[in-house]
């Protein structure tokens, strides 16, 4: 575990990485803040751009655009409640109230704040918890994911609305749409009745 946990914190001793991730939270807190922009675009877009580079130094450059444009969000959900990207929705639910009340500065900072203090949590939590839940994780059999999917049915069924017939259908609507598209390990296109452009499935608005 110790080893583990030293292989992940000696690279960010390098001032190279520590620059590129600098660089690509700034440039992802502009583009997380620009509605039309998602973060998960940019991401793919920088993976061409960084094939040649090195392990550390493409994905020190990436998860800082990646968290600053998550973050990002957050600025034009408060201030326009126009969320850049799906993770700050919630966030223009009380920021934007308060910027109409003058305080969008306030808002901002505490967005800032737990942003921040959010991310460092949950590198400590991964950088901790990652071995043992990746080693529980290979001993998943096809039953066990079976068995999980029946699960998360029932309590989409019993917890998501106040009738269970209507939370049964809208996951098993659901499950219908995410199946359209080209099955992962055949290659065969499901119920995409002869249109090549529902090969790629069917993608959520918000991205």
């Not at 000696?10 to 583009?31: D, R, S, W």
């Not at 444009?69 to 639910?93: D, E, H």
């Not at 505490?110 to 949950?122: A, D, E, K, N």
Request: glycine share 14%.
């Amino acid at each position: 575990m110790d080893d583990v946990i030293m292989n992940i914190f000696v690279p960010l001793l390098n001032i190279k990485l520590l620059l590129l991730v600098a660089t690509g939270t700034f440039a992802g807190i502009y583009i997380g803040a620009i509605p039309g922009l998602s973060v998960t675009m940019a991401v793919s877009l920088l993976i061409s751009f960084t094939f040649s580079w090195s392990t550390h130094e493409a994905l020190a450059l990436m998860i800082g655009i990646y968290c600053g444009g998550v973050y990002g969000g957050s600025r034009s959900a408060i201030l326009l409640n126009i969320p850049g990207a799906p993770a700050a929705i919630a966030t223009g639910f009380d920021g934007h109230p308060l910027a109409k009340m003058g305080e969008a500065g306030k808002a901002i900072g505490v967005s800032t704040v737990q942003s921040t203090l959010g991310g460092l949590i949950g590198v400590i939590v991964l950088a901790v918890a990652a071995p043992a839940v990746s080693e529980f994780a290979l001993k998943f059999a096809p039953r066990d994911y079976f068995l999980l999917a029946v699960m998360g049915l029932m309590l989409v069924g019993s917890l998501g609305t106040k009738s269970t017939a209507k939370g049964l259908f809208m996951a098993t609507l659901g499950i219908l749409l995410g199946l359209v598209g080209m099955d992962p390990l055949t290659g065969q296109g499901r119920f995409t009745f002869g249109s090549v452009g529902l090969m790629g499935a069917l993608t959520m608005l918000l991205q």
